[in-house]
């Protein structure tokens, strides 16, 4: 099994800055994508970022230049930067990781989710 921890939640005033990290760990052969997707209240969950095994980076244009999506394949650990912080940016962030227990055997995993709180 396969389980993904994440860290770094909180409460910040606007313009604030916070750190998520997501470490991945259990019966791992290798990761895929990793990234980061956030819940607000009564909507949808979308996607904030992306990054490949290779470190391609993809981003929503809300978070264009306030985000940093990063990894650190040797930890399996996957992290978001997160600057110029907005109150519409307060949700439940969620972390993602294409993980291969086998080369063929690619399973999809979600973390449990950590609150980010940013007051105007």
């Known amino acids: 099994q396969v389980q993904l921890v994440e860290s770094g939640g909180g409460l910040v005033q606007a313009g604030g800055s916070l750190r998520l990290s997501c470490a991945a760990s259990g019966s791992i052969f290798s990761i895929d994508d990793m990234g980061w997707y956030r819940q607000a209240p009564e909507k949808q969950r979308e996607l904030v970022a992306t990054?490949?095994?290779?470190?391609?980076?993809n981003y929503a244009d809300s978070v264009k230049g306030r985000f940093t999506i990063s990894r650190d394949n040797a930890k399996n650990t996957v992290y978001l930067q997160m600057n110029s912080l907005k109150p519409e940016d307060t949700a439940v962030y969620y972390c993602?990781?294409?993980?291969?227990?086998?080369?063929?055997?690619?399973?999809?995993?979600w973390g449990q989710g950590t609150q980010v709180t940013v007051s105007s």
């Open positions: 990054i490949t095994s290779g470190g391609s980076v």
């Open positions: 993602n990781a294409a993980v291969r227990r086998t080369w063929y055997q690619l399973t999809n995993y």
